[in-house]
DNA sequence: AAAAAAC
């Protein structure tokens, strides 16, 4: 049976607004209102600039090759055409042009419009281009592009701890110095106003020189806390010396990277790859992207037309490596991001082959940064491999632990799953531009759901592995700009995508790990911003009721007695598994500091 | 047990 709404559903009826008939017979007409959809001042964004847009101004270069074309269309990123190098690059690094950083100044059919150069050891920087301004920083006003900061104040709740030798002292703002001035001016152009903790962090980190294992999550502008001090140290120091075999390898050159970033999942990997470009604008540093499930021509082509800052999925990588496009030889940066998710993936093993069995500089010719969520032995190991004398920062929970995120929990049987998720839908359907992500264990469940929904007049849609990579980008890019609403997804989607405006998550199957679940509702209440969780919870999920119960307490949640009862029923009915397995709840700690014996 | 990821 459906015992509905155990967590309160405080004041949610109260605003509703319009009436929409066509929805499902779960509610009365009264409580029902239009299609989000439909009352999205703009479901389209930008209509595409494309064809006639800057690909043009290049002399007639085909669309499909640049990319920035499709982007227009959702506000986002994922079509098959953007697969590398966000359109860039386009001629080499040291043309013989002499760019100035004035607009003013540039030829107006200069092709390099919004690219810079490095050239005889200096940094030539690319002057204003304006379309592409828009294209990658988006408009002020959209959406879909907004970067999810826009309570940055409750950033200050936010608790730090930096450990090791010699911590450099935060910085407090975005200034030059410590930053490069043309960093500066992007970061501007992003509208990023202050540093959250971990950039404030990892800026002076990096900048001298250290190495940086981060426990942290995306929500956290982590993102940006590598991405910032990299391109800092990029702008001002230029690339490494390239090496004797810039040429003629296989006929082509080979890509030599300066900045490697591994993320585990596609979409990942190509927001990273989305922020880069918005803060590599006008520099020498062309971002680049690689992932499995696309072309891979395509992305050859692109990478070989620039690739200084990369961010790739690791079996993609390796295959380029194989095929000898990419050589790994002039890495100075590498980033592991959401390293404890690549190993919990089984990528352990591409990983070491990328950073100890191929051509990258040892740990100590190079900086490294990895960011986990957790600290669990076997990334301390990867630490203490990849890592010298790293600065451990341990960044507290942006989502669960806060109040940002109002975690209801109702107990409903699976057979009945369906029907208490349509009442919540109607019963949040006023919250008109919030988006609705319903997270399911399976493909299978989550094409089942999708289907459902839309059956029932919902603007759903769904992404899961079993899609194709085209379908994926798709749903996240409806997804995002709002055309809908409501994507159902699994596991694929629960970490790393920071998709702003997302104020529901639904666990409509609860996972069977702790961390998992506050990835998933880390989906919500961004950045300082409120959002709603909603749990399902029968007698499948006993596995995880202790932890959620002393999550929700330190979270300061309203926990329903029901879920108190069921949590002491399953500390003495045998099946725990208990805390021990190797894996802290919390974000971590420095191990190395002793501390008084780790959980692990 | 399922999910993710190279072809």
Known sequence: MTNALVNGNTGLESRFDSMNLSRSAYVPPHMRSSQRAASSPSPSPSPAPSRNGWNDSRGGAPSSRGGFSDRGRGGNSFTNNRVAGGGQGWGERSTSQNWSASPREQPKDNQMFGYGAWKDGQHVVGGRNMRMEKEIYGEADDPSKQHTGINFEKYDDIPVEATGADVPDPVTSFTSPPLDPVLLENIGYARYTIPTPVQKYSIPIVANG???????????????????????????????????????????????????????????????????????????????????????????????????????????????????????????????????????????????????????????????????????????????????????????RVGSTSENITQKFEYVEDNDKRSVLLDILNSHSNESLGLTLIFVETKRMADMLSDFLIQNQWHATSIHGDRTQRERETALQTFRNGQTPIMVATAVAARGLDIPNVTHVVNYDLPSDIDDYVHRIGRTGRAGNTGVSTAFYNKNNKNIVKELVELLREANQEIPGWLEVSAHEASFGGSFRGRGRGRGRSGGRDYRTGGGGGWW
Request: charged letters at 25%; hydrophobic letters at 40%; glycine letters at 10%.
């Open 210 to 396: 250290r190495d940086l294992m981060a426990c942290a999550q995306t929500g956290s502008g982590k993102t940006g806390g590598f991405l910032f001090p990299i391109l800092s140290a990029s702008f001002t120091m230029g690339p490494r010396a390239i090496p004797s075999e810039p040429n003629g390898y296989g006929g082509r050159r080979r890509a030599t990277p300066t900045a490697l970033i591994l993320a585990p999942t596609r979409e990942l990997v190509s927001q990273i790859h989305d922020e880069a470009r918005k803060f590599a604008y006008r520099s020498w540093v062309r971002p680049a992207v690689v992932y499995g499930g696309a072309d891979i021509s395509q992305q050859i082509r692109l990478i070989e037309r620039g690739c200084d800052l990369l961010t790739a999925t690791p079996g993609r990588l390796v295959d380029l490596i194989e095929r000898g496009k990419i050589s790994l030889a002039n890495i100075k940066y590498l980033v592991l991001d959401e390293a404890d998710r690549m190993l919990d993936m089984g990528f352990e093993p591409q990983i070491r082959r990328i950073v100890e069995g191929e051509d990258m500089p040892g740990v100590h010719d190079r900086q490294t940064l990895m960011f986990s969520a957790t600290f669990p032995r076997d990334i301390q190991m990867l630490a203490k491999d990849f890592l010298k004398d790293y600065v451990f920062l341990s960044v507290g």
